[in-house]
């Protein structure tokens, strides 16, 4: 069963950065496509999709607008290991960030995979 953990997540001041890692355990990493999701204090049980890459090489990402030109996406297939580069962050950054595989990376969008077993997560919190 495949199973995910994230860290790197803190306390930050407006401006600053972060680097999140998520390691993948249980199944092949490199053919799976990954995403990093946020899920802030007061949107309930609704992720956001904050990033994507594909498979592979990684060679397609995807990242909405509210991220675009601020967070970079990456994979180290032979750590077993997704990362998420988060600069200039803002107050609308703060949420608990998420790791998990996903399906259809495009430039333009990404699909969840009906992935069910969600890590702990890792909290970023950006004081204005």
């Known amino acids: 069963q495949v199973q995910v953990e994230e860290s790197g997540g803190g306390l930050v001041q407006t401006g600053g950065s972060l680097r999140l890692s998520c390691t993948f355990s249980?199944?092949?990493?490199?053919?799976?496509?990954m995403g990093w999701f946020r899920q802030k204090a007061d949107s309930g049980d609704d992720r956001e999709r904050v990033?994507?890459?594909?498979?592979?090489?990684?060679?397609?990402?995807f990242y909405p607008d509210s991220v675009k030109g601020r967070f970079i996406i990456s994979r180290d297939n032979a750590k077993n290991t997704l990362y998420l580069q988060m600069d200039n962050l803002k107050p609308e950054d703060t949420a608990m960030y998420y790791c998990?595989?996903?399906?259809?990376?495009?430039?333009?969008?990404?699909?969840?995979?009906?992935?069910?077993?969600w890590g702990q997560g890792t909290q970023v919190t950006v004081s204005s």
């Open positions: 998990a595989p996903v399906v259809g990376v495009r430039t333009d969008s990404c699909l969840r995979s009906g992935f069910t077993n």
């Open positions: 249980g199944g092949n990493f490199e053919t799976n496509s």
């Open positions: 990033s994507c890459i594909s498979a592979w090489t990684g060679r397609t990402t």
